[in-house]
């Protein structure tokens, strides 16, 4: 029996012993679907330009049946416009296309096990906690090409609180069970039985076997959430503390093994107030610290407390230095919402970026060496939305940054692993458009 009937015969065996032994009536099928296209530019100044437009389409059938039995099979294609073009024009040749259209979501959904409030859901699908700041579906993020997970969900629901308990597979290396791969496990507490509030608790454990990487490394990240408004005013706020290591890496001259872990904080806030007027505007501040842990300058060891680690966040912090990787910074930013219709929306946002933990510069055998800038620089940002109708949007932002000495040798990405490649007094350009349609 291959591995794949294997895994077949147990997805079936569990979800035959959750249905209480009957067969599921097929009672109502959807199709749908959306389609997201971008237009990107970017000036990089000492640093290429880049503008291209990209296309993420996805098209899905979900089946419900009796027992509360569901499925969903979703097929998703992400490119850039003429990567798969099928012609050439000097030739006059034409060829088959690239086939790169994946399975983005595969999943079967029983809810009401037993007689309880007990859903499970398994197979490949979205998986979004809490604002997404460590685990989402990248639909936020740009560039917008959607994240799933292979996972086996079990999810709690009563009247004032839910429990998620979460397995999924990352990376499988074929080994023995739990050799040679990488799981990431999650137990997520939500509680709302406060009226327009919501106070989330967790753990997620990242397990790598030196599957995705070449070490083997435990992650493990407590946080607490809590989230709401008061008439007027609204709140976020989300605190995490990450524990654990990396085994394997080399110490100085590669002598000995380096002792490499997390110990690591980062937190996240925003405060808002609606004004009941003409145009609804909505004030806001926000804040964010990504600890850049501590690194070791010492010639004679490669110790050091790893940087905070962004896992699987959907959450950019700048549209010029837009990556979802981005730690050990300091993020500060106020802003302004205002709604002229009911389907039209602007912003303007205002931030500033300083990295934590600073990188040493060399100055040359005069000057010796010093620690980098923490200057990063400033990013204005200015955009708008139109809600077309209840499927189709557009939106449209344009945002200049300004760049400081800090984005010089600080590791701002990779998770705080390594640098921004621009120059100090760089300032960036970017605008991006985008029409969406869901059906």
Known sequence: MTGLVRRTALVFGVLALCATGAFAELQNVEIGGAISIGGWY????????????????????????????????????????????????????????????????????AKNLWGTPLTLKVGRQEIMLGDEWLVGNNSLASP?????????????????????????????????????????????????????????????YVQDDASATAFEVDLHTLGLRAAGAFGAFDYSAEAAWQLGGADGLPGAFGFDEADTDYDTPGATASVGYTFDTTWTPRVYAAATWLDGGDPD??????????????????????????????????????????????????????????ADELALRTGGFLFGTGPSSRQLGWEAAIGATYQYSEDLSFALTYAHFFGNDGLEGNNILGNGLRPWAGDGDDEYDTVFANASLSF
């Open 42 to 109: 970017y000036n990089y100044d000492s640093l290429p330009s880049s503008a291209y437009m990209d296309q993420w389409t996805r098209l899905h059938v979900k089946a419900d049946f009796t027992d509360e039995v569901s499925a969903l099979i979703e097929f998703d294609n992400y490119s850039v416009w003429g990567e798969d073009f099928r012609s050439n024009y000097l030739t006059g040749a034409d060829g088959r296309g690239n086939g790169d259209t994946d399975l983005y979501q595969a999943y079967i959904e």
């Open 144 to 204: 917008l090409f959607g994240l799933s997970f292979d996972a086996l969900r079990l999810t709690y629901g009563a009247e004032t609180f839910s429990v998620d308990a979460i397995a999924a597979k990352l990376a499988e290396g074929l080994g023995d069970f739990g050799k040679d791969d990488t799981n990431l496990y999650a137990v997520y507490f939500s509680y709302t039985g406060v009226e327009d509030h919501v106070f989330d608790a967790y753990w997620m």
């Open 297 to 354: 300058d010492s010639l004679w060891s490669n110790d050091r407390t790893l940087p905070f680690n962004r896992l699987f966040s959907d959450v950019d912090y700048t549209s010029i230095l837009a990556f979802t990787d981005m730690s050990n910074v300091r993020w500060y930013a106020l802003g302004v919402e205002v709604a002229p219709t009911d389907a039209v929306g602007l912003f303007l946002q205002m931030a500033h970026l300083e």
